[in-house]
């Protein structure tokens, strides 16, 4: 994973809702496993559904699957949101993983933007 340069201006990762439900699954360092919901995703980290959130700090796997492929990678949960919400920042993304999530949000993005074109087309003005 890249980070970028002290020298230039960060840029935010571009975050995506899949249009379809995610599933994912996340692996403690105790063995422990745990189901979630992904609800948002970027190639730095996400938000995920939880029944109970993970304590700030817990180290993970994390593996879901978009429509471009399986994605697995180890991640560090964050500050809970709610109850329900975590967000979590992916520490390292496994073998060809980085490439196939961000051509699946880019894939997103198209999706959307060429449905707000054709709403736009077709609006009563």
Do not use: H, N
């Not at 692996?27 to 938000?47: A, E, H, M, N, P």
């Not at 959307?112 to 709403?119: D, H």
């Amino acid at each position: 994973m890249t980070f970028p340069s002290p020298l230039q201006p960060a840029q935010r990762a571009p975050r995506v809702f899949f249009a379809e439900t995610t599933p994912a699954v996340l692996r403690c360092s105790d063995g422990r496993f745990k189901r979630g919901k992904l609800q948002v995703i970027s190639v730095t980290g996400g938000l995920l559904w939880l029944t109970a959130p993970l304590d700030q700090g817990t180290r993970v796997k994390l593996m879901f699957l978009t429509a471009k492929g399986t994605v697995f990678g180890a991640a560090e949960m964050l500050s809970p949101m709610s109850w329900r919400f975590q967000p979590f920042k992916f520490l390292r993304l496994y073998d060809d993983d980085e490439e196939r999530l961000r051509s699946a949000i880019q894939s997103s993005l198209e999706r959307s933007r060429s449905g707000y074109g054709m709403m736009e087309r077709f609006r009563a003005w």
